[in-house]
């Protein structure tokens, strides 16, 4: 199948270097999308996980080979540090084998709006005042990843598809809603201080497309759960992915003629 074009695609939170990370999607997407400008918007190396575990099978060499592959071939790449890789924030403005490293960023869309791009820790409260409880949270994450990961082996085992069970349990879990949408309301004053149509990040791994009263919040979600990424149409909409296979994507992107497929739902998995 030939692969599918976009003007722009973020993703985030790929953790590259755990475990957790879905390497297989991940590289069936990257090999099967196309577009002028890819956003690599944080916590794409995990590299607060360098100093525990290490986790690096082959497969990683190529997906960091097609991002590679697609800067040399002329999409604009852009690496927006998060909170687990943040020592490259120190590398502010530095370009790597034609990828350009930056804190943040405006991307203007087809059709004139105007977006500021980034990770999206900073809008954090425990991790920016609390890091100790950070980490309790972050090794707690860790080990639901792994039991998600136990319980999804044996539903293979069985012919079941997979799902996410960590994505489930934080569904259901009533101060992690609240924190959701706390996160979200905070992105309105970080719009308006920077005079911007609207914001694209990452870091929750909840990916989302929705109005907040006068701005758009996107957020590309992640690739350890729900495998999303966010996507801009040619004509400038904005919609959430959720990776399954290629054919079920071109389905997809085929009805309504490209127009505004995602804006005010999200396609991620709450399962």
């Known amino acids: 199948m030939a692969p599918v074009h976009f003007r722009s695609l973020w993703i985030s939170d790929l953790h590259l270097g755990t475990r957790s990370l879905q390497s297989g999607k991940l590289l069936d997407f990257l090999t099967n999308t196309e577009s002028?400008?890819?956003?690599?918007?944080?916590?794409?190396?995990?590299?607060?996980?360098?100093?525990?575990?290490?986790?690096?099978?082959?497969?990683?060499?190529?997906?960091?080979?097609?991002?590679?592959d697609k800067a040399a071939n002329g999409t604009r790449v852009f690496y927006v540090p998060g909170n687990h890789d943040q020592l490259l924030r120190n590398f502010d403005g530095t370009v790597v084998k034609n990828i350009e490293i930056t804190n943040r960023i405006v991307h203007e869309t087809a059709n004139g709006q105007r977006y500021l791009v980034l990770h999206g820790d900073k809008?954090?409260?425990?991790?920016?005042?609390?890091?100790?409880?950070?980490?309790?949270?972050?090794?707690?994450?860790?080990?639901?990843?792994?039991?998600?990961?136990?319980?999804?082996?044996?539903?293979?085992?069985?012919?079941l598809e997979y799902r996410s069970i960590s994505a489930w349990l934080k569904h259901q879990t009533k101060v992690v809603v609240n924190y959701i949408g706390k996160f979200e309301e905070v992105?309105?004053?970080?719009?308006?201080?920077?005079?911007?149509?609207?914001?694209?990040?990452?870091?929750?791994?909840?990916?989302?497309?929705?109005n907040i009263g006068n701005i758009l919040y996107t957020n590309s979600g992640d690739w350890v759960e729900s495998c999303t990424a966010?996507?801009?149409?040619?004509?400038?909409?904005?919609?959430?992915?959720?990776?399954?296979?290629?054919?079920?994507?071109?389905?997809?992107l085929a009805y309504g003629e490209n127009k505004d497929l995602?804006?005010?739902?999200?396609?991620a998995s709450t399962n």
């Open 123 to 159: 809008f954090d409260c425990v991790i920016q005042n609390s890091p100790w409880l950070a980490t309790i949270g972050s090794i707690s994450y860790d080990f639901l990843l792994i039991v998600n990961r136990w319980i999804n082996n044996l539903r293979k085992l069985l012919g």
């Open 230 to 252: 966010l996507a801009e149409n040619h004509d400038g909409t904005l919609g959430v992915i959720e990776w399954a296979t290629p054919q079920q994507m071109g389905e997809t």
């Open 36 to 68: 002028e400008y890819l956003y690599l918007v944080g916590d794409i190396l995990d590299l607060q996980q360098a100093g525990r575990s290490w986790h690096w099978p082959k497969i990683n060499d190529c997906i960091v080979q097609a991002v590679f």
């Open 262 to 267: 995602y804006r005010n739902r999200c396609l």
């Open 187 to 210: 992105v309105v004053r970080e719009v308006e201080e920077n005079g911007v149509d609207g914001l694209i990040c990452g870091h929750i791994h909840q990916a989302a497309v929705k």
